[in-house]
C-alpha cells in the first residue's frame, strides 16, 4: 500500500549513487544506468544491489552468501522510497533476489516486513522461483568452521559486507536498499539490522538518507540509520551525522570497540560520507564526475 502523501517538495537535482564496500563499485554501475536514463532512484536501487545479490564472489550477500550456523543460507533486505514507503523480507531462504521481494512486499501487500516460511510463500506466488544458494565453496568453508569447534566467527574485516545502497534521482527523489546474509555463521534464525527500518536503512524524502553496515546487533540496539537521518534534519553534514551514530555506539554500548559497524550517509544535496569504528570500511560514490572508491573514517586506530 503505497504513501499518498509527498514527503517533501523535491528539488532538480545532478543524480548520485553511493553504497557500502568495494562491491559498491559494480552496484553504483548498474544503478547509474538507470540514474543517467532518467530514471526513478527507487529502480536504480533495486537494480544496483541485485548485481551483488547475485554474484557468487560476495560472500555475505544473496547467492554464495555464507551459511548460517545449520547450513543455511537466509537473507535480509529493505527498500525504502522519498515517500517513506518500505518493503522488507527477513530469514528469507532459497531466493535469490530479496530486494525484489522486500520491493513487492511494499508494492503489494499492506504490510512493511514478512518474514521466514511466510516471505517464501509470498515470493514463489510473485512468481519468484527458488534456487539453492549455497556454493560449493560457501558449503566448503561453512564445513572448515564446523570442523573447527563452532566458534562464531567475529565481525571485523572478512565476515560481513551488507550492500547498502542510496540513490539521488534528477527529478531529486532519493531512495535506499540494503540486502545482506547476514553474519556469517550465525545462529539459525537470528535476523540482523539490515531488514529492520531504522537500522540497516532510513529515508527521509526531505533529508536524507543513511545505510549500515557491520555488526547489526549494535545497529538494532541504538536505530543507528533512523538517527543519522535525524541529525542530518537538525543541520548536521553526512560525515557529521555518520560520526554522531558511531559515537552514540560507543558512548552506549561497552563492547563496541570489538566490533565493525560502518555507516554512509547521502543528503538531498548530493553530499556523501561515510564513519565506521574501525579502519578499512570502504565506500563507493558514483556521479556526474565519475566512479570513485572512498576509505571512511573510523573512530579506532589501526584495522583489527
Ligand atoms: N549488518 C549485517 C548483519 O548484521 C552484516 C554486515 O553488514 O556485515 O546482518
Not at 543524480?15 to 559498491?24: A, L, R
Not at 517464501?120 to 570442523?147: H, P, V
Not at 549494535?218 to 557529521?240: D, I, N, Y
Not at 538531498?268 to 573514517?297: N, T
Request: charged letters at 20%.
Amino acid at each position: 500500500m503505497l504513501n499518498p502523501h509527498k514527503a517533501g517538495t523535491p528539488a532538480k537535482t545532478t543524480p548520485v549513487v553511493v553504497s557500502t564496500w568495494d562491491h559498491g563499485l559494480a552496484a553504483n554501475q548498474a544503478a547509474w544506468k538507470v540514474l543517467t536514463d532518467g530514471g526513478y532512484s527507487l529502480d536504480a536501487v533495486e537494480a544496483g544491489v541485485r548485481v551483488t545479490e547475485a554474484d557468487p564472489e560476495v560472500r555475505t550477500v544473496g547467492l554464495g552468501g555464507y551459511p548460517d550456523a545449520s547450513g543455511e543460507v537466509t537473507l535480509d533486505a529493505c527498500i525504502m522510497t522519498e515517500a517513506m514507503d518500505c518493503g522488507s523480507v527477513a530469514f528469507l531462504r532459497d531466493i535469490k533476489h530479496p530486494i525484489s521481494v522486500a520491493r513487492a512486499v511494499m508494492e503489494h501487500t499492506p504490510h512493511v516486513m514478512l518474514v521466514g516460511s511466510g516471505a517464501q510463500e509470498f515470493a514463489l506466488s510473485r512468481g519468484f522461483s527458488k534456487e539453492n544458494l549455497l556454493t560449493a565453496e560457501s558449503y566448503a568453508d561453512w564445513q572448515r568452521w564446523r570442523a573447527q569447534g563452532e566458534r562464531p566467527k567475529d565481525i571485523n574485516i572478512e565476515n560481513h559486507d551488507t550492500i547498502g545502497m542510496l540513490a539521488l534521482d534528477n527529478a531529486g527523489r532519493l531512495c535506499g536498499a540494503c540486502t545482506t546474509s547476514g553474519a556469517a555463521y550465525k545462529l539459525h534464525g537470528r535476523v540482523g539490522d539490515s531488514p529492520i527500518i531504522g537500522a540497516g536503512l532510513y529515508v527521509d524524502g526531505a533529508v536524507g538518507g543513511a545505510v549500515a553496515t557491520g555488526m547489526g546487533e549494535l545497529m538494532m540496539k541504538t536505530l543507528g540509520c533512523f538517527l543519522v537521518v535525524e541529525l542530518m534534519r537538525q543541520g548536521a553534514s553526512p560525515g557529521q551525522a555518520c560520526k554522531g551514530a558511531v559515537l552514540r555506539i560507543a558512548e552506549k554500548l561497552g563492547d563496541y570497540a570489538a566490533f565493525q559497524v560502518g555507516f554512509v550517509a547521502l543528503n538531498c544535496q548530493g553530499e556523501s560520507a561515510a564513519y565506521c569504528i574501525q579502519p578499512g570500511f570502504s565506500y563507493a560514490r558514483q556521479d556526474q564526475r565519475g566512479a570513485v572508491l572512498y576509505q571512511s573514517e573510523a573512530l579506532l586506530g589501526e584495522a583489527i
